[in-house]
């Protein structure tokens, strides 16, 4: 029988996965936003939202970035900030973009 501890390291588990796949998402939401925003304008085709989620996996894969070199911080405060740093970037891109 599973202990009360056990339980709760596979809820912070099934939480850190679940938000990878909201920031993955997230990001192809934010670079297919982005790319109408600021590329399209130049005369290039539209990016569909696949297209974008493939492309920022692409990248990611690529650069390897990390949110944070504290090797302390917990795996899930890493996607929280990957998370909100993403969102914070779609909104100045979205002020950019309207002039405002």
Known sequence: MASKD???AVAYVLACAMGVVLLVFLR???L???WGWFVMPLGVMALSFWHA?????TLLAF???SSSTDPKESF???VAVAICVTLLLLG???LIAWGV
């Open 92 to 94: 100045v891109a979205w």
């Open 63 to 65: 650069t390897g970035r």
């Open 6 to 8: 056990d339980s709760g």
């Open 76 to 78: 899930g405060m890493r």
């Open 32 to 34: 297919k936003c982005m």
């Open 53 to 57: 989620l493939g492309l920022s996996v």
């Open 28 to 30: 192809g939401f934010a």
